[in-house]
């Protein structure tokens, strides 16, 4: 099945044990190369699938559908997110980095928080990483993007009055 998930919208293709259809639309719990993670499934995978993902192995595998339980729970990890960023903030805001925060993802699994930021020069990050991870006790990953990245984490709706396109379908500008 080709799934997408993350704040980033990943989209991969991962394996099931199940013989049941998954139908499109199904919130799924799937383990990723990153961890533990909810997702979308948007169709069944095929050759032309793979084609246009570019990858011929798979993501990784559906674990199962989402019951209610976990669905509450992705969001209640969006809740805590909120807070993880402004946690973040201070961190960033104590050591004077020249970097600004976009967005914090904690993984559904709990393994790690990836730190999306923007920064015009190489920033030193090493104490903040060990800062943020005594504090979440969590595996802290830092991530920097470009302006288009920024686009695709922070924009909502483009001048059409749709969502815009490469928070919804593109993987590539």
Do not use: W
């Given at each position: 099945?080709?799934?997408?998930?993350?704040i980033?919208?990943i989209?991969?293709e991962?394996?099931?044990?199940?013989e049941?259809?998954i139908?499109?639309?199904t919130?799924v719990?799937?383990?990723?190369?990153?961890?533990v993670?909810?997702?979308?499934?948007?169709?069944?995978?095929?050759?032309?699938?793979?084609?246009?993902?570019?990858?011929?192995?798979?993501?990784?595998?559906i674990?199962?559908i989402?019951?209610?339980?976990?669905?509450?729970?992705?969001?209640?990890?969006?809740q805590m997110?909120r807070?993880?960023?402004?946690?973040?903030?201070?961190f960033v805001?104590?050591r004077?980095l020249?970097?600004e925060?976009?967005d914090?993802e904690?993984?559904?699994?709990?393994e790690r928080?990836?730190?999306?930021?923007?920064?015009?020069?190489?920033?030193?990050?090493r104490?903040?990483?060990?800062?943020m991870a005594?504090?979440?006790?969590?595996?802290?990953e830092?991530?920097?993007?470009?302006?288009?990245?920024?686009?695709?984490?922070l924009?909502?709706?483009?001048?059409?009055?749709k969502?815009?396109?490469c928070?919804?379908q593109?993987?590539?500008?």
């Amino acid at each position: 099945y080709v799934v997408r998930y993350g704040i980033t919208r990943i989209v991969g293709e991962f394996s099931s044990k199940g013989e049941d259809a998954i139908p499109r639309g199904t919130q799924v719990i799937v383990r990723s190369d990153r961890g533990v993670e909810c997702g979308e499934v948007l169709c069944a995978a095929s050759e032309q699938t793979r084609e246009h993902l570019g990858r011929t192995d798979e993501s990784g595998r559906i674990l199962q559908i989402a019951p209610t339980d976990d669905l509450r729970k992705r969001d209640q990890v969006k809740q805590m997110e909120r807070q993880d960023f402004a946690e973040c903030l201070r961190f960033v805001a104590e050591r004077k980095l020249q970097m600004e925060l976009l967005d914090v993802e904690r993984l559904f699994g709990g393994e790690r928080i990836v730190v999306y930021y923007l920064a015009e020069k190489r920033v030193d990050f090493r104490d903040l990483v060990k800062a943020m991870a005594g504090h979440f006790r969590l595996r802290v990953e830092m991530r920097q993007v470009g302006i288009r990245d920024e686009a695709k984490l922070l924009a909502d709706y483009g001048d059409c009055g749709k969502p815009t396109c490469c928070n919804t379908q593109l993987r590539e500008m």
